[in-house]
């Protein structure tokens, strides 16, 4: 039994159980799914739209049971994650844009970089999601950009800087310990969520923006100690994209 540690309430356990009950069941999900599909009891289009949901939840879960296994109350975690009450402003929508912005006008220089040299970023993506059903590309919208935030930003990015501070005296926030940490956590956390969109997609176009886009997010995240500017930018990139896919398709 997880050891819960002092400010993580009893009354929570049966949420902490049920959280670690259904990540094994996601795990299990995941690794049933891609069996079926294997043996082609399931067609192409339903193995992606069931295993990558179910994978999207995994980056969730398994935060969450991490943290609660480690004697996190849900407060507690929430806060770890920057996604606590007190971290909310609504001036983060305005930085949630900005972020989007970014990455939209760096696919724009990204087509002038093809028009111009000729060299081509093969992308998948049209074809990938062409004939998925519409709950899918909503859960593209609104479900997914959270569960991927709270592993890569939420998660990924502070935790693998304070890994590195662990055992430094005086690594306090603003040293120079701190920041060259907290970098590391950033560009680390960029180049998974760079690979993992390359894996996915086969594109060189989403491995350049997944790139940036964790760097720019991670800095964000860091900086402002709240994940929801990046959550916010997150659901405008992928609805750009799919508004982009609905009219080329």
């Given at each position: 039994m997880p050891r819960i540690k002092k400010g993580s309430a009893s009354h929570e356990r049966?949420?902490?159980?049920?959280?670690?009950?259904?990540?094994?069941?996601?795990?299990?999900?995941?690794?049933?799914?891609?069996?079926?599909y294997a043996t082609?009891?399931?067609?192409?289009?339903?193995?992606?739209?069931?295993?990558?949901i179910a994978q999207s939840f995994i980056f969730s879960f398994v935060v969450l049971a991490y943290l609660f296994a480690s004697g996190r109350s849900l407060r507690q975690a929430l806060a770890r994650l920057g996604l606590a009450r007190k971290q909310w402003k609504s001036a983060y929508i305005a930085y949630g844009i900005a972020i989007f912005v970014s990455i939209f006008i760096l696919e724009i220089l990204l087509g002038v970089f093809q028009a111009v040299t000729g060299v081509q970023l093969p992308t998948n993506v049209a074809k990938l999601f062409s004939g998925l059903p519409f709950y899918f590309l909503l859960f593209s919208v609104f479900i997914a950009p959270i569960n991927e935030e709270i592993l890569f930003r939420g998660f990924l990015v502070p935790g693998i800087g304070n890994v590195l501070l662990s055992g430094r005296k005086n690594a306090r926030r603003g040293t120079?310990?701190?920041?060259?940490?907290?970098?590391?956590?950033?560009?680390?956390?960029?180049?998974?969520?760079?690979?993992?969109?390359?894996?996915?997609?086969?594109s060189i176009s989403?491995?350049?923006a997944a790139l940036v886009f964790g760097l720019i997010a991670g800095y964000v995240r860091?900086?402002?100690?709240?994940?929801?500017?990046?959550?916010?930018?997150?659901?405008?990139?992928?609805?750009?994209?799919?508004?982009?896919?609905?009219?080329l398709i």
């Open positions: 049966p949420m902490r159980y049920a959280v670690y009950v259904a990540f094994l069941a996601l795990i299990v999900l995941l690794l049933e799914t891609s069996n079926l082609g009891k399931l067609g192409e289009n339903a193995y992606l739209v069931y295993a990558s120079a310990a701190y920041k060259s940490a907290m970098w590391a956590g950033i560009i680390l956390s960029a180049l998974l969520f760079g690979v993992l969109h390359y894996l996915s997609y086969n989403e491995l350049i860091i900086k402002k100690d709240s994940l929801y500017p990046s959550i916010i930018a997150h659901m405008l990139v992928n609805f750009l994209g799919l508004l982009v896919l609905a009219i």
